[in-house]
């Protein structure tokens, strides 16, 4: 079997929290090989502007695999400007049913600012429950922090980035090298 050859990429964490009319994607730097740390310093949130249209989107999973992906839903998103939940749909549809695309192996958070998906390879778009969505190595214990974070006043960027120091904490496969992006919807 390939996994037993090869141990596989680990080390993400990526976290998006809507607070105060604003989101934040944030995401950390490691990338690991079985059990070294590779990198670091990798940055795993971008921003991208098709038409004009700000969008933010964080991953996880194979880089080139969630490039394959970003770029396709730059595509989508030229073709559908503003209209991001159109765009992340086609793109699972196309994810899902496609031969090629079916194999990629990596998740994404996409936010426009009023809108926080989270997209699967299953053909999922998921609108996460109580303004977070987290993927990754350790994107239950940031999705953990930052739900019970979410009682405080904080506001969004500080309770992600509390969150992300947290999984970081607790994750061996999260760092505290963080890239955070901000978006207002």
Known sequence: MAEDRFPGWHGTTIIGVRRGGEVVVAGDGQVSLGQTV?????RKVRRLNPGGHEVVCGFAGS?????????RLEKKLEAAPGQLA???????KDWRM???????EAMLIVTDG???????????V???EHD?????SGGNFALAAARGLMETDLDAE?????AMAIAAEICVYTNGNLTVEKIRG
């Open 38 to 42: 590779i990198k670091g310093s990798a």
């Open 63 to 71: 880089t080139a695999d969630a490039f394959t992906l970003l770029e």
């Open 86 to 92: 159109r765009a992340c749909v086609d793109l699972a």
């Open 98 to 104: 496609d031969k090629y695309l079916r194999n990629l």
């Open 114 to 124: 009023r809108d926080l998906f989270v997209l699967t390879g299953a053909g999922d």
């Open 126 to 128: 998921l609108e996460p």
């Open 132 to 136: 977070i969505a987290a993927i990754g």
């Open 158 to 162: 500080t309770l992600a980035r509390k």
